[in-house]
């Protein structure tokens, strides 16, 4: 069955501190989608990357990265030189390809980042 | 270039009251879906459309309709409302099905 698991359900960190989030997916397919999202205190989803299951390069995007692993059903982001901004709850989530996967996005419980000034 | 609106914003209903959730898209999405968020939870599929005219049942449907008869907009209708309904709101599209979700800004709804 699939599942995404973000076992951080919270982190607190001091600006300027790089924090990573975990995030744990199963899958039976092999090709799939992942993607990480964005949560602020006002409330809305901001997409933030999505990833296909063929391409395990990691991605820098400025202060963020992201670190897809296969051989362990990892897909992890780091925040570089945290900043208050930063501070959201971030959803992790998995797409599978197949016909028949119902079309849904199998979200994670979500990981709390608190960036103390 | 709104991209996903979601009117209204804030709601109160009183338990049994009927009401409908509006979300529009001016991205030319074919795939518009409905989430429901409760406090520290992730989000939850309640309908989900794969383009004008078609709606299919997500994880969460009971209590809740859709309709999706034009291409930009999807409505939400509670029939009559219940206190488990209270939560947030969110609609999102999408340019293909396993495509990135865009979504709109939340609806707050509380039953009492």
């Known amino acids: 069955a699939q599942k995404v698991t973000q076992a951080q359900t919270e982190i607190s960190v001091v600006e300027k501190e790089d924090v990573t989030l975990d995030c744990v997916y199963e899958?039976?397919?092999?090709?799939?989608?992942l993607f990480w999202y964005k949560q602020p205190p006002s409330g809305e989803l901001v997409f933030l990357i999505r990833r296909n299951s063929f391409d395990e390069q990691n991605e820098i995007s400025g202060r963020y990265s992201w670190n897809f692993q296969k051989s362990t059903s990892s897909f992890n982001f780091t925040i570089t030189a945290s900043q208050v901004v930063d501070s959201a709850v971030y959803f992790c989530a998995l797409s599978e390809a197949r016909l028949d996967s119902n079309y849904q996005l199998i979200w994670g419980a979500g990981t709390k980042l608190i960036i103390k000034p | 270039n709104a991209g996903v609106t979601q009117t209204p914003k804030f709601r109160v209903l009183k338990t049994g009251q009927s009401m409908t959730l509006l979300c529009a898209q001016d991205m030319n999405h074919e795939y518009m879906y409905w989430y429901r968020q409760d406090p520290g939870m992730g989000l939850r599929l309640i309908h989900y459309?794969?383009?004008?005219?078609?709606?299919a049942k997500g994880e969460v449907p009971d209590g809740y309709n859709v309709s999706r008869l034009k291409k930009q907009n999807f409505l939400l209708g509670l029939e009559s409302a219940a206190p488990s309904q209270t939560s947030v709101y969110f609609c999102?599209?999408?340019?293909?099905?396993?495509?990135?979700?865009?979504f709109g800004p939340g609806t707050r709804l509380t039953v009492t």
């Open positions: 899958t039976r397919d092999t090709t799939y989608y």
């Open positions: 999102a599209s999408s340019y293909s099905r396993i495509g990135e979700q865009y």
């Open positions: 459309s794969v383009g004008e005219g078609t709606t």
